[in-house]
């Protein structure tokens, strides 16, 4: 991978900002859901939903990454295939 690609890499494109604000309404709705239900005295909410929205952006950002990866992958079998 080239500098330029490495670089490029980390570069947040519109669609990406859109991915991250919509993980985060997500996320946030699903911590107020819970918040309600929520009941241990060993564990305080605050503590819990801190772990639970890491956890849950994680997720969201690992299944974002997995399509991608297949998405290049398809492309690349594509562009094998258009070759022969």
Request: charged share 35%; proline share 1%.
């Amino acid at each position: 991978m080239s500098e330029k690609e490495k670089s490029m890499k980390y570069v947040l494109s519109d669609d990406d900002i859109a991915l991250d604000e919509a993980a985060s309404r997500l996320v946030e709705a699903l911590i107020e859901t819970i918040e309600h239900e929520y009941n241990s005295e060993v564990e305080p909410f605050e503590q819990y939903s801190k772990r639970i929205r890491l956890h849950l952006f994680q997720e969201i950002h690992n299944y974002s990454d997995r399509i991608v990866q297949g998405h290049e992958a398809l492309l690349q079998e594509l562009s094998k295939m258009k070759e022969k």
